[in-house]
């Protein structure tokens, strides 16, 4: 797959975690481990990283998967957390960020491949996060399809399931069910996943 334009999925999720109050932060998300404060200091760490892994700057962000800690996140963070989403967008435009081998947790990876499973986590965290704050979600039919990319290569339905675990194992859908469906079904979720 060629580059995809993520910046309007990145400045989504900037958006949207943007419009979290306070008190919505101790709340559940669909990921089972993880409140809505775990999630966004996890995108908050994803950034980091995934930035260092399209500017092949090798170090700290590169060598760890960001875990999701509420109690990280400091008073700043729904300006730091937006802002590097912003720089993110901008090093993931560059086309020299979709060439070559990086690195990200630990791995080298070609840059197209690294390129799409940031596609898949802004896509599957904005979803994540807009369902856990009761705020609207929409999404560009070319992050889909990068996100489904990626995850018809590494889902894998003998995943660790349970309410200790972030991330799940795939959900089968009907191929006639909403495309956007299918893709966080895939990601573990439960597609009609409500905070209510």
């Known amino acids: ?9 990145a400045s989504r999720l900037a958006s949207l975690i943007s419009g979290v109050s306070d008190d919505q932060l101790a709340g559940p998300t669909p990921c089972p481990a993880y409140t809505l404060g775990d999630l966004i200091d996890h995108v908050g760490g994803l950034a980091l990283a995934f930035n260092a892994a399209g500017r092949k700057e090798f170090g700290t962000h590169t060598e760890g998967a960001p875990s999701g800690d509420a109690a990280r996140l400091g008073a700043d963070w729904r300006i730091r957390i937006p802002r590097d989403l912003g720089t993110l967008a901008q090093t993931w435009q560059e086309p020299g960020a979709w060439e070559g081998m990086t ?3 630990r791995m080298d990876a070609p840059g197209e491949m690294v390129g799409v499973t940031l596609a898949d986590e802004l896509l599957v965290h904005g979803w994540d996060v807009a369902m856990a704050s009761g705020q609207a979600f929409d999404y560009e039919p070319e992050v889909l399809e990068a996100a489904h990319s990626f ?5 894998n339905p003998d995943a660790p399931a ?13 191929y006639s ?11 573990g979720r439960d597609h009609s996943w409500s905070a209510r």
């Open 1 to 9: 797959m060629a580059s995809v334009n993520l910046t309007p999925a």
């Open 103 to 105: 690195r990200i947790a």
């Open 151 to 155: 995850l018809v290569q590494i889902a």
């Open 162 to 174: 349970g309410p200790e675990v972030a991330f799940g194992p795939p959900v089968e859908l009907p």
């Open 177 to 187: 069910a909403p495309a956007l469906d299918r893709v966080v079904a895939m990601a």
